[in-house]
């Protein structure tokens, strides 16, 4: 045994002279990738660390298990990493919360996927989040309380791009300050933030005042406190899911795949 391993047990255990342990933490799961018959690469949502991808030793098995690996299931895992290595390897994995309910209902099986995409997306690698790490939870607890799938999708999506920084915190104009959340307001991608109309420049999107109107509401109550006062009517849940949707275009510039399957929630752009 190379003297180097020592007191390292479980480097020591798999032979692996050099890993480092980087946490041990708690993790959500955004994806799965096979690397061979046997193993799978996970991409996690951890606790402590953010986005990390990490390799999982005969991860094949239990993925065909189900359960343990379903996306967005919560998970405890101790993470090594290698000198030069792109994956870190995960180790310890063990159920915390299973996402199989809300996977097997018809009503939020599609969202889970757009959620855990959405985050791989716009998360950076190896940057801690915590407010996104807690706005997982609350967002699959409001669901599994009842919370409707569209409020959620958009909830999830406003805060989401609030973190990301590509949405503005407030409703007021990013050029002269005055307050839109009456109308007039439009969303320039360039800031990003909402400017009124006569601060607008060319290729600003309008905004109904709908969309701000419920957004306003998203910022300041918890998801499950506007499910139980049934805010969020068809009408303003369609206008703020085209800003929402204009925002991630305009970042990205292509839509994600997942988000197709979310026509059975919103009715499709």
Known sequence: MHGNCQGREDARREGE?????????TAFILRVDALSEKDVALTLLTRDGGVVRAALRGGRRRF????????????????FQKEGSDLARA????LVRSAFDLASR??????????????????????????AYRLVRHVLDALEAGAP?????????????????????????????????SGGARFDPELPGLVGNECAPSGAVPVAGAALRLLADVRRSR?????????????????????LREVRRRF???????????ETLSGGS
């Open 17 to 25: 002279c050099g890993a480092v342990a980087l946490l041990s933490t």
């Open 64 to 79: 065909r298990r189900g359960a343990l690996l379903e996306l967005l299931t919560e998970v405890s895992v101790t993470l």
């Open 91 to 94: 180790d310890g994995l063990e």
């Open 106 to 131: 018809a009503e939020t099986a599609m969202l889970l996927p757009y959620v855990a995409e959405s985050l791989s997306t716009f998360l950076p690698e190896a940057e801690t989040a915590p407010e």
């Open 149 to 181: 799938p569209d409020l959620t999708t958009r909830y999830f999506e406003a805060w989401l791009l609030r973190l990301a920084g590509l949405l503005p915190g407030g409703t007021e104009c990013a050029g002269c300050g005055r307050d839109l959340s």
């Open 223 to 243: 998801l499950d406190d506007l499910a139980r006062r049934e805010v969020g009517d068809a009408p303003s849940l369609r206008a703020l899911e085209g800003l």
């Open 252 to 262: 990205l510039g292509h839509e994600l795949k997942s988000y197709r399957f979310l």
